[in-house]
């Protein structure tokens, strides 16, 4: 499978013909360099519903006819603007012909544009025979370990940026509580406040042993 990194927190995966998008805030997204309107989805996958994560989800999904999984009152208020949602709460697993998504906890909050509050989640993802954690906007918290418990992560995707979520020092200890042998950094350096090194974030990683941190350029791919 195809992992691509849109910017931010949007990501591209894709297998055996079949296209999710995670977090498809491209249209504002100053680190964006493709068109919404060239993205294709079968499925959308929200980790909450701040703007910078919600994005061009609906337009997208208008146009492409994608399912939007996002947690249930997010889904709610996607919903009625006549678009198909899948609405699991945290724990809930949702099935697919190309696999699975789970929503886990994670620490921050959620309101959207519209005024939805909403407790924000972490992305257990199957596709292809591979098992993605994608943690969503989260401080670090101990039960990043958890998921790994059920069935071991092969690929973990983290904010490091800080101020809204854990900055990089706080996730090179995340990295060691997933566990995965991979981890793809994300949520940095899109806007002035969550500038990082992420050089630096993959030296410390690696150093402690825990994981091999692919960076990506924007528009970047890693395969599976
Ligand atoms: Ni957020
Ligand atoms: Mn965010």
Do not use: C
């Amino acid at each position: 499978m195809e992992i691509r990194w849109l910017g931010h927190a949007a990501f591209e995966l894709k297998h055996d013909g079949v296209t999710v998008l995670i977090d498809p805030f491209i249209t504002h997204n100053p680190a964006a360099t493709v068109s919404a309107d060239s993205l294709e989805a079968d499925a959308i996958l929200l980790t909450h519903g701040h703007q910078d994560h919600l994005g061009d989800t609906i337009d997208i999904a208008k146009r492409t006819g994608a399912t939007v999984q996002a947690i249930t009152e997010v889904a709610g208020e996607i919903g009625a603007e006549g678009v198909e949602v899948i609405d699991t709460n945290i724990g809930g697993t949702a099935s697919y012909a190309w696999g699975s998504v789970r929503l886990t906890p994670a620490w921050h909050t959620g309101t959207t544009p519209k005024g939805t509050v909403h407790t924000p989640a972490g992305l257990v993802i199957e596709m292809g025979g591979v098992v993605i954690y994608d943690t969503g906007d989260t401080a670090l918290f101990s039960d990043l370990a958890l998921p790994g418990r059920r069935k071991p992560i092969d690929i973990a995707i983290i904010p490091i940026g800080g101020h809204y979520t854990m900055d990089r020092e706080d996730a090179v200890v995340a990295a060691g509580l997933i566990g995965a042998p991979v981890v793809i950094p994300q949520h940095y350096d899109t806007f002035p406040p969550i500038a990082t090194d992420v050089q630096a974030f993959k030296s410390e990683v690696e150093a402690a042993g825990s994981a091999r941190v692919e960076v990506l350029e924007v528009n970047g791919t890693y395969t599976a």
